[in-house]
């Protein structure tokens, strides 16, 4: 019998006659090892892939309890439609590909001899075929991102607008240019890593890489080169849009001179170059010469060096030396492009107020409801006293002060809000377990509230909402607060309701406890409780008895994640706020559309991204003991919220539902206006010749609160007050303008929110040939009044402090009334901040009282007691320094212990001890020869810091 012999296979790299592995023989491997390995395999594959599966069906089952489940389908349906679309057109592109490298790279030499091997099959094969599962993996993983992009392409509307140099509808940069973009990318990525892969595939020699390529070879990647260069033709096709929103003039935001005259041409002649350098490469697929690719990367690269030499010759030579004339038109442009994009196109100029009258009684009597509801309470000393006053236990906080407006007793009037909530952190640290976390202490409870200018006994707020339970003149009938603004780490849900009781509140020396009896939380019955447990990590929920089938899982209680979670297609407000209508508590989170892509549009930084254009086209109101959020469309015109709306037509409202008692209470949001500020500062001029020159650049004021203090910027701000030439007051945000370099008023802009006035701006201009005092100067004379100084200084102590609040500004009559607030507080932690004084100013007096009414009649000239700040400066002799320094001593000693007896609840104590303070500061007003004393305490020196305000 013959011996026979395997056919020769120049592939196979078998073991020589010399390799020690022709003797060695493999031991069997018996079969349990293999159903192990296949147990642990099957294991992992479970761990694997049951994370996902948990986290889809618990998000799915949180966003149906919030009524939203189709929300979370359709952007899952986006997410996979692009990145399974994509993993599949990738690897299908890269696999036949390979397959015809590995089919050219074994030639058909073996194939004429009778050797059929599957390439595919092969080592080589094996490996590109993983190379090519990866790359395509790697490239679905980045397009699944864009589902936003995705959702504004499918979904595109025109706005009736179009660009000045290429025609389009601005619907193309805010919602087609993106996604556009963002496929050619991707293809430029694909084509990319398919030359390396095939270049790769040709180079493989077993155990190195050497490109020498056949032509078969030659003409497989000129093929895929041309490929690459159609693509590079799409991108510079889509370059002359992305023109239109570019930076690259320092004059000009937007498409200048030199990017309509030279960039844009050459953008279309590189469109035109590729597609001709793409049919050269085609065609070199029978030519199958090496020079053609590589003439052709070389007339690419030369293109694009012109394409940077080019442009930069021109504006050297013509756009820069000329540009006073040459860049007007596209200034025109960007100046009505760039208030487009802002919001900014009607605001509303005035000049006939001009604020340098002087202020008089009728003035203050016509505009009454302004002066009652100047704020005298700034954010921070005002939450130190709410802290001190209104948290009852040690485990409430006040998270933030908001600015609302309310009717209370018949009487439309500003208030200071903020929500009681609860903080597990200062619980003591053997109450910080599981049942007390997840349980028991499961909500905040009520809001303190107060007029922004009313002070009572020793310069304390005067409630309106106080105590618990919630007491005042506004009814809170569902106080507990389960969603806020609070996030503790690890306190993002809680479980409600159980077999523990829920504490609610303390009254007296009882706890008062309650039930969750809210209907947009998670079952947790059936598997649901283990699908969680493994969601959260949290093996207590799974083993726990105090949870039942009636329990719901409170998740994201943050109401800006929550938010954030379900549109993240949406940038959110920093300062969401508190409202009291019907008796219920609800939190409104202003949320904005922004792009980055309008033409014309200068680029701002909000929120750490670029952006030229903004909208705060949807309000969230969230019910904060439900907490089942509720999406309002206020503008229906921006085509970005059209375009969301149409792809979650569930999540939208219109602004007509909402309910008219939550509608009084909407405002003109705080980031929002920051923004408009920074572009209406440079933007309200118009004439391109005078925005060319910069001439009249506006600045945001800066305020020096106190002697030696940096000067900081002013703070725009919530004001109730009667707009010049309005008949009656409403709920304005303003903020006063000064010219660049300088401190003098130069205008003010104020942006509406009541009614059907909501939205609208108006800008009063001041005369420029008159000086209107600024904030800073205005300051500069508060620390340089004797009288104010003196006091300060003469009433210096380590047991307390001054705080001076913000200096605002607000028109009355036709003039401006400056005022800032000073507050008096102990150095101990436990200090309460209270209102001792009031500092007036107008435009040619500084006046410093006890309370605002007395200010004011000082200002105006019916006080009967002369203004202090006429008053020279007394005489201190060293013996009557010495009696001061002796007088001040007691009286600190008193105030403390006036303090002590507070804190104790002894108030005949503290009576008497806040009486010999009063006789003491007697003494002392007689030494010094004050008109003026203060009240209740001595007022150290100052030691401001500004509070941040809207």
Known sequence: MSRRYRPFDPFDRGPGPFDARRDFRMPQVPRRFWGGVALFALAVLVFVLASPIVAFITELQWYDALGLRDVYTTRLLLQWSIGLGSLLVAFAYLAVNVGIALRIRAGPGLRAVGIRRSVLRSTTGWISLGAAAVIAILLAAGASSQW???????????????????????????????????????????????????????????????????????????????????????????????????????????????????????????????????????????????????????????????????????????????????????????????????????????????????????????????????RLWDYGPLKDTYQQQQAIRTYYTFNDIDLDRYTVNGQYQQLEISAREFDFSRLPASAQNWVNERLNYTHGYGVAASPVNAVVGEGLPDYVVHDLPPAGSIPVTQPAIYFGELSPSGLDYVLAPSSSREFDYAQGSQDVFTSYTGKHGVPMNGVNRALWSLKLSDFSLLVSGQVTDKTLMLYGRNIRDRVQELAPFLSIDSDPYIVIVGGRQYWIVDAYTTASTYPYSQAQVFQSNDINYMRNSVKVVIDAYEGNPIFYVVDPKDPLIKAYRATFPSMFQSMDAMPQGIRDHIRVPLD????????????????????????????????????????????????LFRLPGEPSPEFLLIMPFTPHGKTNLVSWLAARSDGSNYGQYVSYVLPKDRVIFGPQQVASRINQDPTISRDFTLLHSTGSQVQQGNLLVVPIGNSFLYFEPVYLRATTATGIPELKKVILADQTNVVYANTLQEAIQQLVGTSTAPPPTNQPPPIVTPAVLTQITDLVTQANQHYKAAYDALKRGDFATYANEMAAVGDILQKLQALTGTTSTPTGSPSPSASPRPSASP
């Not at 390396?196 to 890489?209: C, K, P, Q, T």
């Not at 025109?332 to 001009?354: C, Q, W």
């Open 148 to 374: 936003q992009s995705l959702a504004l392409f499918l979904h595109s509307t025109p706005t009736g607008t179009t660009d000045p140099v290429l025609g389009q509808d601005i619907s193309f940069y805010l919602l087609t240019l993106p996604f556009l973009r963002a496929a050619t990318n991707w293809s430029l990525g694909l084509d990319f890593m398919s030359i390396l892969l095939i270049g790769a595939v040709y180079s493989w020699r077993g155990d190195s890489f050497d490109f020498r390529p056949t032509p078969s070879s030659l003409a497989h990647v000129s093929v895929l080169i041309a490929v690459f260069a159609v693509t590079l033709s799409v991108s510079a096709w889509l370059g002359r849009y992305d023109l239109l929103f570019a930076h690259n003039s320092s004059v000009v935001w937007g498409a200048a001179y030199t990017d309509v005259n030279a960039r844009l041409p050459l953008y279309t002649f590189q469109a035109g170059v590729g597609i001709v350098l793409a049919a050269a490469l085609l065609t070199n697929a029978w030519l199958r010469r090496l020079w053609i690719p590589v003439a052709a990367a070389g007339v690419w690269i030369g293109i694009s060096i012109v394409g940077q030499a080019y442009p930069a010759a021109v504006q050297g030579v013509s756009a820069t030396p000329n540009a006073g004339t040459y860049e007007l038109p596209y200034i025109a442009r960007e100046i009505d492009y760039t208030r487009r994009a802002y919001g900014l196109s009607d605001v509303k100029g005035n000049t006939s107020f001009t604020g340098d009258q002087p202020l008089t009684p009728q003035d203050v009597q016509n505009d009454q409801v302004t002066v009652n509801n100047l």
């Open 672 to 719: 929002l206006f920051d923004v408009q500020v920074q572009i209406y500062a440079t933007y309200h001029m118009t004439d391109p010749k005078v925005f060319f020159s910069r001439e009249d650049v506006w600045d945001v004021p800066t305020a020096q609160t106190s002697p030696g203090s940096q000067p900081l910027p002013v703070q725009p701000y919530y004001v």
